[in-house]
């Protein structure tokens, strides 16, 4: 991943307002910790939070090991960084009630916004609200183009679930002596769980019956074949089912050019 990986995808993914608030929590903290005029156990103790919130995203830029899909690793750094967005919105809520009420409600009707906003994204995208964007950056469609959405393959649950009513609707069964046999893109282990007992998957083709396959670039587009599920949030397809049998289908997964 490049140098910029983590902080570029930190400002991709956390809400708008804790971005903004975030961040002049830590410029007004380290501001606030190198006056001496502040009791020196407040510095000190504000000097750790911001080393909590910046010091490993800055180490990982320099030491650049290996990083993984999203943000999974620098997690813990979120709660001292939220810690700082706290600190910087009280300190604008004590400037703004020096102006009156209608400052102080101007200011509330903009943290109310700013909470509604990843609210609602939340909602749209359940259950897979990990896989969120924030508006700014564009949100999943922006990303999808960019980044691995649902890494974990959780949609695969989901397309299970619809495989299994479409096909009971259908009243269709198994061949005889065998089970239905899936070929998956993606993690293979939620696909074999959601599924159950009837099913068999796959990585590579053995007479299957279906395609499950992640909506992520790695998968190829069997777009002509038959679509027995598809996972939409927001536009943006998170898996699909394909009928493929009887019918030629290339590797599912996608080869990059040389």
Known sequence: MPVSYLPHLFALKLPEI???LGVAGVVGAAVAAARRSVPLNRRAALLMVILAAVLPVAVAMVVHPAFYNGLRHFVFVVPPF???????????????ATYGKPALA??????IGGVTLPAIEMVRLHPYQYTAFNWASGGVRMAHDNYMLDYWG????????????????RHETPPAGRRWIVEICGPQ?????????QF?????????????????FYCRDLHELPTLVEIVREGV?????????????????TEQPP
């Not at 700082?84 to 919105?89: C, E, I, K, V």
């Not at 989901?158 to 495989?163: D, G, K, N």
């Not at 068999?200 to 992520?216: I, N, P, S, V």
């Not at 394909?242 to 599912?252: A, H």
């Open 189 to 197: 282990r939620p696909a074999e769980v959601a599924l159950g007992a």
């Open 18 to 20: 804790m971005l903004a």
């Open 237 to 253: 397809v998170y898996a699909r089912v394909y009928d493929i049998r009887g019918r030629p289908v290339p590797n599912l997964l």
């Open 200 to 216: 068999e998957t796959a990585w590579e083709r053995k007479q299957a019956d279906f395609a499950m396959m992640l909506g992520t």
């Open 82 to 96: 939220a810690v700082l967005g706290g600190l910087a919105a009280g300190w604008i809520a004590t400037r703004a």
């Open 106 to 111: 101007a200011l509330a009707a903009l943290f």
């Open 154 to 169: 959780l949609s695969f649950k989901q397309a299970s679930e619809e495989l299994r009513a479409k096909l009971d609707a």
